[in-house]
């Protein structure tokens, strides 16, 4: 199985700087047709988590564009350009390369 | 729009079955795959199980493989998701989920709570 990491698992904010989190994968996310099966979830307490970005970069549809996306390979990052209250919450990345899906272990935002 | 609505909380006894349900709307069925993903409390994601709408194919994580069946009835647009031989560590909040572009998983159910206490 593939393993995610991510770094770090706690990040203290302040609304309006900016903000990162990184995933790393045990082996390559690139698929032979040339896309890499990496994305982001945002899940708030009590919710069901929400899906921010696919194929590394791509912004899933609604989400802010303070929300981005980079990486290839096995080294990826989130970026939040302003934090706003609303962003906290636990992150995830996941691969969607192969089964079984897995994820990271989440980072825990929250408001300094 | 699409929407995924799912069963209610269970409670369960160890050793006992639970069979869940994720009720489709707002899109035609048969066309994408639906996941199962749960989450134990406290703990990370963990990817359960999908099911192809279409074909009936499925694929299971190696956690559950044995113990999980995953079903659909398109006539009535729902997934099922059963888990057999309930250990306390199934206790967790379970997902349904519909893949979108490039497979990403978009739409999510509510969450069903499955309590495994005797």
């Known amino acids: 199985d593939i393993v995610m990491t991510q770094s770090p698992l706690s990040l203290p904010v302040t609304p309006g700087e900016p903000a990162s989190i990184s995933c790393r994968s045990s082996?390559?996310?690139?698929?032979?047709?040339?896309?890499?099966?990496l994305e982001w979830f945002l899940q708030k307490p009590g919710r069901s988590p929400q899906l921010l970005i696919y194929?590394?970069?791509n912004r899933a549809s609604g989400v802010p564009d303070r929300f981005s996306g980079s990486g290839s390979g096995t080294d990826f990052t989130l970026k939040i350009s302003r934090v706003e209250a609303e962003d906290i919450g636990v992150y995830y990345c996941m691969q969607a390369l192969q089964a079984p899906r897995t994820f990271g272990q989440g980072t825990k935002v929250e408001i300094k | 729009q699409v929407q995924l609505v799912q069963s209610g909380a269970e409670v369960k006894k160890p050793g006992a079955s639970v069979k869940i349900s994720c009720k489709a709307s707002g899109y035609t069925f048969t066309t994408y795959t639906i996941h199962w993903v749960r989450q134990a409390p406290g703990q990370r994601l963990e990817w359960v199980a999908w099911?192809?709408?279409?074909?009936?194919?499925?694929m299971y994580s190696h956690n559950v493989q044995g113990r999980v069946t995953l079903s659909r009835d398109t006539s009535a647009s729902t997934a099922y998701m059963e888990l057999g031989s309930l250990r306390s560590e199934d206790t967790a909040i379970y997902y349904c989920?519909?893949?979108?572009?490039?497979?990403?998983?978009?739409?999510w159910g509510q969450g069903t709570l499955v309590t495994v206490s005797s």
């Open positions: 989920a519909r893949e979108a572009t490039a497979y990403s998983l978009f739409y």
């Open positions: 194929m590394v970069s």
């Open positions: 082996q390559s996310l690139l698929h032979s047709n040339g896309n890499t099966y």
């Open positions: 099911i192809n709408i279409g074909n009936a194919n499925t």
